[in-house]
């Protein structure tokens, strides 16, 4: 590990201007950004502590919004009893990631930036070629062992897949980050992620020096039916190979579909909305078969690679289910 300064500013403006400065990273909960330096993919040459500040930390619900603050840490929100309540998927997306101690220290903000888990990537002394790394220098999984990578969104410099739970349910409810820098704004989290294209070293809509405040959610009757369902190797502690949050409203017959939402982790290179399932599940009625048939779109342009083909098949059945315990049917 190469030295770095490490700065701990008063106030939020403070870090915000510390943080435009050179090489620089944010720490919050440090599960994720330790990490990274001690295995040698983030070589900061500043580190501003922003775990300490105050006024990030609040989580508010009312009947229109959950605005979450970016400090706010995961099992805050994960446990908080209205979200729980308005929005299941919210909580649950939470509950399934990582683990209690990682809950307890990581914030929300983090887990947004959190960098994917391809093996390549993050072993820099075995593997010269990663583009996420190093633009340039080739991708070491294109033909190594892809079996966690992406079968959607993916390029011919990169087919890491987005490793997160919880921005898998922000994109399906609309969700915006809120963002502080010259001025502050907010972007919908489905924008944030960019696609890895030919610059997959560029993962963000997030300029130096601008930090992550808070997470808007609209509050919907989707919402309030929702579910997120996680497919991975192991029950607990494990990333995503492939996950699915989903939301119905349905008509005052209480059978057929008003609503969805739709999307996916654990298969793109970002969270991934999945449009084409939602419009073909508006006017059907909820059962097996239309949730099942809707959910096959889910994988519309899918492009497997050697060891993931597995997942054009996970995807649409983690769908299906996962409507199917929203709507009640399971
Ligand atoms: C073993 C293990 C298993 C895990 N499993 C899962 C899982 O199943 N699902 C899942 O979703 N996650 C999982 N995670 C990831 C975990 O959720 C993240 O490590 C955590 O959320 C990061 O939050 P943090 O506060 O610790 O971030 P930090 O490590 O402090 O920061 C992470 C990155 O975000 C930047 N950052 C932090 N806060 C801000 C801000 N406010 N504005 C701008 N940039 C900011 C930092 O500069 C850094 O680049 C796992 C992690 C580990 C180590
Ligand atoms: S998939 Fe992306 S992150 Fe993994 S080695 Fe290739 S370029 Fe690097």
């Not at 490490?6 to 909960?29: H, K, M, N, Q």
């Not at 593997?127 to 080739?138: F, H, I, L, M, T």
């Not at 999945?274 to 239309?290: K, M, N, Q």
Request: net charge neutral; hydrophobic share 45%.
């Amino acid at each position: 590990m190469r030295s770095f300064d490490y700065i701990r500013p008063s106030d939020v403006p403070a870090a915000i201007r510390e943080g435009a400065t050179g090489e620089t990273r944010f720490l919050a909960g440090g599960t994720t950004l330790l990490d990274l330096m001690k295995c040698g993919v983030e070589l900061p040459a500043r580190v501003v502590d922003i775990s300490h500040l105050q006024g990030l930390g609040d989580v508010t619900v009312d009947d229109r919004a959950i605005r979450v603050g970016s400090l706010a840490k995961m099992a805050t929100v994960a446990d908080h009893e209205d979200i729980r309540t308005v929005a299941p998927v919210i909580s649950e997306s939470l509950w399934r990631a990582a683990s209690a101690q990682l809950r307890n220290m990581a914030s929300i903000g983090g887990n947004l930036m959190q960098r994917t888990r391809c093996t390549y990537f993050r072993d820099p002394a075995g593997y010269a070629n990663c583009n996420k790394r190093v633009p340039g220098s080739g991708c070491a999984a294109l033909d190594g062992l892809n079996r966690n990578h992406a079968i959607l969104g993916a390029s011919e410099a990169c087919i890491a897949t987005y490793p997160g739970d919880l921005a898998v349910a922000l994109v399906a409810f609309d969700a915006t980050v809120r963002i502080r820098g010259d001025v502050e704004r907010s972007v919908p989290v489905e924008a944030f992620y960019r696609l890895p294209g030919d610059r997959p070293d560029l993962e963000h809509d997030l300029a130096a020096g601008e930090m992550i405040v808070g997470i808007d959610i609209p509050v919907t009757a989707a919402l309030r039916r929702s579910h997120y369902l996680k497919a991975r190797d192991r029950a607990s502690y494990e990333f995503a190979a492939a996950s699915a949050a989903v939301g119905l409203d349905l008509e005052e017959d209480g059978r057929t579909i008003r609503e969805a939402r739709v999307a996916l982790g654990g298969v793109a290179t970002k969270p991934w909305r999945a449009r084409a399932v939602e419009a073909a599940l508006v006017g059907h009625p909820l059962d097996e078969a239309s949730l099942r048939a809707a959910a096959a779109m889910a994988v519309e342009g899918a492009e497997p690679r050697e060891h993931n083909r597995f997942k054009v098949e996970l995807a649409p059945r983690v769908v299906a289910r996962a409507l199917m315990t929203a709507g009640g049917i399971a």
